[in-house]
């Protein structure tokens, strides 16, 4: 076992994992919510108020999105020092989008993959990112 600091390398990269974590606690359970809602029965939604209007599911989606791109904006904003990082961390809503919709469509019977998905996801990632763009400049700079 190798020793860094007179610690063994696992306990560091256990202290790293969890520090990390911590500091993301909100985007995971977004990512946690958006999961267990990915691979729900449709059966689950048939009494949801209003579930009978046209693609409203993607609408939902978008919201979705835009809650879990805003939870990562918000777990990393003293971070986020260029839009660049922005632009990166918005990869893994989008990878996790694609792999939910790809998931669902190969391990569930009753939903099924749709690039519609992936776009109300995406629009809802842009969105949070001009919403976090428009409001930035407004927050002191110790909140950044």
Same mark, same amino acid.
């Given at each position: 076992?190798?020793?860094?600091n ?5 306990y560091? /990269?256990?202290?790293q994992? @969890? ?10 359970? *977004?990512?946690?919510? !958006? $999961?267990?809602?990915s ?5 689950t ?11 409203l ?10 809650g879990?791109?805003s ?7 003293k971070?986020? /020092?260029?839009?660049?990082? @922005?632009?990166?961390?918005a990869?893994?809503?989008f990878?996790?989008? *694609?792999?939910?919709? !790809? $998931? ?10 749709s690039i519609y ?21 407004f927050?002191k700079?110790?909140?950044?």
């Amino acid at each position: 076992m190798k020793i860094i600091n007179k610690k063994p390398l696992n306990y560091l /990269i256990l202290h790293q994992t @969890l520090k990390m974590i911590k500091r993301n606690i909100s985007s995971i359970l *977004v990512a946690l919510i !958006i $999961l267990y809602l990915s691979f729900a029965s449709s059966d689950t939604f048939k009494n949801v108020p209003y579930s009978d209007i046209p693609n409203l599911d993607k609408l939902v989606h978008l919201f979705m999105y835009f809650g879990f791109m805003s939870a990562i904006i918000f777990d990393n904003r003293k971070r986020i /020092i260029s839009n660049k990082q @922005l632009l990166l961390l918005a990869l893994i809503p989008f990878f996790y989008g *694609v792999l939910m919709e !790809i $998931l669902q469509g190969v391990l569930t019977v009753s939903r099924y993959a749709s690039i519609y998905d992936v776009m109300a996801n995406s629009t809802g990632i842009v969105l949070s990112i001009l919403v976090w763009l428009w409001i930035k400049p407004f927050i002191k700079t110790s909140v950044r």
